[in-house]
């Protein structure tokens, strides 16, 4: 007779489908974090600008020279 086969591993791994698997929940993770993060912003869109950077953007705007009017360019309307 025979000697019975040796038995079949109990997790056979397909180490294609694994990848695929593993690389589709990364991705489901991020669009899932994605989709947080820009439903905060819509909530809440002053929080997503630091203060420092809304500061150094009215610096600038200040630091620029203010335009020519009509009266200070020497022109004369009538």
Do not use: K, W
Request: proline residues 6%; contains cysteine; charged residues 15%.
């Amino acid at each position: 007779m025979d000697s019975p086969a040796l038995p079949v591993a109990r997790l056979d791994v397909d180490v294609d489908l694994g990848f695929a698997l593993f690389f589709f929940f990364l991705l489901c993770f991020f669009l899932l974090v994605t989709i947080i993060r820009c439903a905060q912003m819509v909530l809440d869109p002053y929080s997503a600008i630091s203060v420092t950077t809304y500061q150094e953007e009215q610096m600038e705007d200040d630091a620029l020279p203010l335009p020519a009017t009509l009266s200070n360019a020497g022109i004369h309307t009538q």
